[in-house]
């Protein structure tokens, strides 16, 4: 049967009537000749692929029959009492289209229904429901549909680039690794800075120790890992007060709001998606080779008065030596294979979808394994009455690179053979600094963990009467997570006859939420919705850890801990927190012109002290449409100008339970030389321990232009966040027990501010049948500053990554963690490096000569994005930037001291010597001054081609004939190009996970891949 393609726009009437006209004027039945049945197809302009569940209503029909709704292959038929008449084709996220037919014909009409590009008219989810984009005062942000399907671990990657004000860092390159997510800069110092994310309704805090037992070395792993970022239907980001407001205590840094996929009405289908790739290391450090480095040890010999290390003949035979890098870099393969089964009855909408994830790592006997599931249930039981239930469950497994395997491999002397003679692996290097084998390490270390989680949350929603809703929510979140560890009894940095560690983590998260929800159009210009509601939420946390060494055999590794002959003094922890809170929202506006927003929400919480328990957080916002106002009625390109202003708190609740009460530790002491266990006081309480409240203000406007072909938003926002958790020194004299006569305590304290500026730009530069040209653009920068620190003005926080050299301060007046080091003044004139003295007493010490001398804190972030499509072909090209960040290279500093000692890089080929002194590189020498200086401070601004994809759509008429309902094949690079000048495997990069006060630190960081993949998606 021939089909009959036409694309309605402005001018749908006079073309339909035309064709009708000229093809079908004779030998046709005359209008008003009785009923006509009218068959037809509803497909997406842009995919061709059929639209499931659109409305087709036959304007002015008063009968049952007087309108359809498209099936699972997009078809309808509906009867018409005569012609000429007009049908009415609709569907949510379309342009809805008016078709006038004026003859009958037996063909299949197909109509193409174009997307709707007023993102105004869209319905986005918020805080305990969701609201039309036009009628909402915050400040909300949506992920953008063309990102959704990029290929990722978890679904925080996918806001990376894509949305401004959110700053994304993947941690390390390590498979399932932790990122680093922050919305409108940090907001505090020693709790939480991470958002609020809030999983088909059930909110869930994103700390990377919620599955890390403790017992393993490297990289933490993302606690969201475990869920199939393709399950996704859309991604919400709230940013300012009004719109986080609602989630109280737990919404000062951002909330994210992600909600899967469902089946729809009378759909019914079954997906396959999957994709294979294979990745390689971007770029690898460029290191001295074994000759160059056996001429520096001798110049380091030189410099100490001793004789060369080799003579002339010995050094030519060191050759090239071992390439350490190349020994533990590999490239690998990455795949992803999701199933997914929609069924869509009248009152049953089921969807099940089967995930399996693989991606190994780039460094050998490392990667990432992920198997999971999800059910969401719709069931209406009747008009009034709904339950709806989401489950997701997953089990992942990660083989991580122990914390010091990148730095040895960088620190191993080349002249060092991997393997001996007898093809045994080389225990060390012993040049003066012992360095373990990293291939051994890999090769002979178990280091994994294991994670099963499981999210089910689902309520029931009643209709009370028209107007008023209730709804019943119950969920949990329950995780276990298992982690073994054991290191080779041959390994140099093992025990004596093999070590190893267990662990085991536990958490169980419930939640009850209770609404009440009310909407009323008192007139056709008046509108009102209420919202109140009861919240309670529990979670109790337990780890236990055993341990043994010295074991009579390998074989057995982790599983036979008693047969170690050491045993590791057993561990055990729990703890339970719980929160209650009570919550409102108004909505209310006038002729869809003035908006106004009141939210408030009362949280109690057992984490504070007993005196100041619970909080209360306000806000209010209001927006004005002008496009309604009839001053600018005249104006026919503006499709749409809100103005927005907002104001509110929020607060953070993210510190460990039990934070305010006294509590005591069990500690060893020898008394007549037996050992004898005790306690003693290791914090004292404080009754008056509260919030951390941060104070926003937020400016905002949304433009539409040009038939919403240029669509423009802008924010400026203000944050102040008092009442710090800070952790305080108090002195020994108080008598809690320490080992360096000072221990801290969390006390409230200091403030820290943030302000910016965020711009959103989408424009449709091209829209024609064939060819669609679209680009986004975001931009936003952050001010981050502390203002008060309760009294000090600086202080250095302990770096995770290096204990005893911490390179960052947080201070008075300064970004949160900038880099504090001694200031570098070229070469003295023996070629040693030379250091500022800054209080000009004579000496470089610690207290004196140090100052702050950068920032990890980006000037500007943005993203920018293109999507082309031509005929059944799509392009998506994707950049992210970040500009005026700062990174301190640790590797770098670890591999440029000249010693002699460990490996070295090349830039050390240009050192001073006596006979070339023209430089800027110091001299080698056996003994180094200090590192910790801006030498190794380095400029982490890029600009990455974070993906580019190429697609193919199966043309209908080729698909039809597979029984298939779509097919796209497409071809995806990730990180192809970056644009850098940091010396590095990565200038995206934070060695110490998640902490807001060290971040930008690179402390031989497991280095990012680039990745290219091929897929396939087809519906059948």
């Not at 005359?30 to 639209?51: K, M, T």
């Not at 709001?257 to 294979?276: F, P, V």
């Not at 026919?636 to 934070?659: C, F, H, M, V, W």
């Not at 030498?935 to 597979?962: F, H, M, N, Q, V």
Request: net charge neutral; glycine share 8%; aromatic share 12%.
């Amino acid at each position: 049967m021939t089909k009959l393609n036409f694309k309605f726009g402005n001018r749908n009437r006079f073309l339909f009537f035309f064709f009708f006209f000229t093809v079908w004027s004779g030998g046709r039945p005359a209008a008003g000749q009785g009923s006509v049945i009218l068959r037809g197809e509803v497909v997406d302009a842009r995919s061709n692929e059929p639209v499931i569940g659109a409305n087709v209503l036959l304007k002015g029909g008063k009968a049952d029959n007087s309108g359809t709704i498209t099936d699972i292959d997009g078809l309808f038929s509906l009867s018409i009492p005569a012609l000429p008449a007009t049908i009415a084709v609709s569907y949510i996220g379309y342009r809805p289209q008016e078709i006038d037919l004026y003859e009958a014909s037996d063909e299949t009409l197909v109509i193409l229904l174009v997307e709707d590009l007023n993102l105004l008219n869209e319905v986005v989810v918020v805080g305990y429901g969701t609201q039309k984009r036009s009628d909402f005062t915050g400040s909300l942000t949506s992920l953008p549909v063309e990102l959704k399907a990029r290929s990722v671990i978890s679904p925080d990657l996918l806001l990376q680039g894509a949305i401004p004000g959110v700053q994304v860092t993947q941690s390390t390159g390590q498979p399932g690794s932790s990122s680093t997510v922050k919305v409108r800069g940090n907001t505090s110092i020693n709790a939480g800075t991470e958002p609020l994310y809030v999983i088909d309704g059930f909110p869930v805090y994103n700390d990377d120790a919620s599955v890390n037992a403790g017992v393993l070395s490297g990289a933490k792993v993302n606690p969201l890992s475990g869920f199939n970022a393709s399950d996704i239907e859309s991604i919400d980001v709230l940013k300012d007060a009004s719109a986080t407001a609602i989630y109280g205590s737990r919404g000062a840094n951002g909330v994210v709001l992600i909600t899967t996929k469902k089946s729809r009405k009378k759909e019914s289908a079954i997906s396959y998606d999957g994709y294979y790739g294979v990745q390689q290391v971007i770029k690898k450090y460029d290191l001295l080779n074994a000759r160059e480095w056996g001429e520096l040890k001798n110049d380091a010999y030189a410099t100490s008065g001793n004789p060369p290390y080799y003579d002339a003949n010995a050094l030519a035979n060191l050759g090239e030596g071992a390439d350490w890098q190349s020994a533990i870099f590999r490239t690998s393969s990455v795949q992803s294979h999701t199933v997914s089964v929609a069924s869509g009855k009248e009152k049953t909408q089921l969807l099940l979808s089967a995930n399996y994830f693989k991606q190994d790592g780039i460094i050998i006997n490392t990667g990432f394994e992920r198997y999971s599931g999800r059910l969401n249930l719709d069931h209406n039981m009747n008009d009034k009455f709904k339950i709806v239930t989401y489950l997701n469950g997953s089990y992942t497994h990660t083989d991580i690179a122990p914390q010091s395997v990148v730095n040895n491999t960088l620190q191993m002397v080349p002249v060092v053979p991997i393997v001996d003679g007898n093809g045994d692996y080389t225990s060390n290097s012993s040049y003066g600094a012992t360095v373990a084998n990293p291939v051994a390490t890999l090769n002979r270390t178990i280091n994994e963990t294991n994670t099963k989680r499981f999210l089910l949350n689902g309520y029931g929603e009643y209709k009370i009467t028209r107007e008023l809703t209730a709804k019943v929510l119950l969920g949990a979140d329950i995780i276990n997570n298992e982690q073994n560890y054991y290191a080779h009894s041959e390994l140099y940095e093992s025990s004596v006859g093999g070590d190893a560690r267990i662990g085991y983590l536990s958490t169980n998260n419930r939640l009850n939420e209770n609404t009440l929800s009310y909407k009323k159009d008192f007139s056709s210009i008046r509108s009102f919705e209420a919202l109140a509601g009861f919240s309670q939420q529990e979670s109790r946390t337990s780890i236990h850890t055993v341990g043994a060494s010295n074991f009579l055999t390998d074989l057995t590794t982790y599983n036979d801990l008693g047969s170690g002959s050491v045993h590791v003094q057993p561990t055990s922890f729990s703890n339970k927190w719980a929160i209650r809170s009570f919550f409102g929202r108004i909505n209310y506006g006038y002729a869809e012109k003035y908006l106004l927003t009141l939210t408030v929400r009362a949280d109690g919480s057992s984490r504070f002290g007993e005196n100041d328990k619970w909080g209360t957080f306000p806000s209010a916002a209001i927006a004005w449409n002008l496009n309604k106002e009839r001053f600018l009625q005249h104006m026919d390109k503006l499709n749409s100008l809100k103005l927005r202003l907002s104001a509110g708190q929020t607060g953070n609740t993210e510190i460990a339970p039990y934070s305010s009460l006294s509590r005591l530790g069990s500690f060893s002491y020898t008394i007549n030389n037996q050992l004898i266990y005790g306690f003693a006081p290791t914090t004292y309480a404080d009754p008056d321990l509260t919030w951390e409240t941060t104070t926003q203000y937020n400016l905002g406007m949304d433009l539409s232009l040009f038939s919403n072909k240029l669509q423009f938003s802008a924010d400026a926002y203000y944050k102040k966040t008092n009442n710090l958790f800070l952790e305080v020194p108090v002195p020994f004299s108080t008598g809690l027990y320490t080992s360096n006569d000072i221990t801290p305590v969390f006390q409230n304290c200091g403030s820290v501010e943030n302000k910016g500026l965020e711009f959103n730009l989408k424009t449709i530069n091209i829209q024609a049948k064939k060819i669609d040209w679209t680009t986004t653009l975001n931009f936003s920068l952050n001010r981050n500053k502390a203002l008060d620190l309760g009294g000090t003005d600086y202080f250095i926080p302990l770096d995770p990554s290096n204990v005893t050299m911490p390179c960052q301060i947080v201070k008075v007046g300064e970004p949160l963690g900038s880099f504090y080091t001694y200031i570098t003044d070229g070469l003295n004139e023996d070629g040693s490096q030379k250091y500022k003295d800054l209080d000009g007493n004579g000496s470089i010490t610690q207290a004196g000569d140090r100052a702050v001398a950068g920032s990890p804190e980006p000037a500007f972030i943005a993203g920018f994005t293109n999507t082309f499509r031509y005929g059944n072909w799509d392009w998506l090209v994707f950049f992210t930037s970040s500009y005026g960040n700062e990174v301190y290279n640790r590797t770098g500093a670890n591999i440029d001291i000249g010693s002699g000692f460990t490996g070295a890089w090349a830039e050390l080929k240009d050192r001073w010597t006596p006979t070339h002194t023209n430089t800027a590189v110091h001299r080698a020498e056996e003994t180094p001054a200090v590192t910790i200086s801006d030498r190794y401070i380095e400029d982490g601004s890029y600009l990455r081609l974070k993906t580019l994809s190429i697609g193919y759509t199966l043309p209908r008429k080729w698909a039809s004939p597979a029984k298939l309902k779509s097919a796209r094949f497409y071809i995806s690079g990730q990180n192809l190009l970056t644009f850098t000048k940091y010396k590095g495997y990565d200038p995206e990069v934070s060695s110490n996970g998640q902490s807001a006060i060290n971040a930008g630190n690179d402390t031989s960081a497991y280095p990012t891949a680039r990745s290219i993949i091929g897929g396939v998606s087809v519906s059948f």
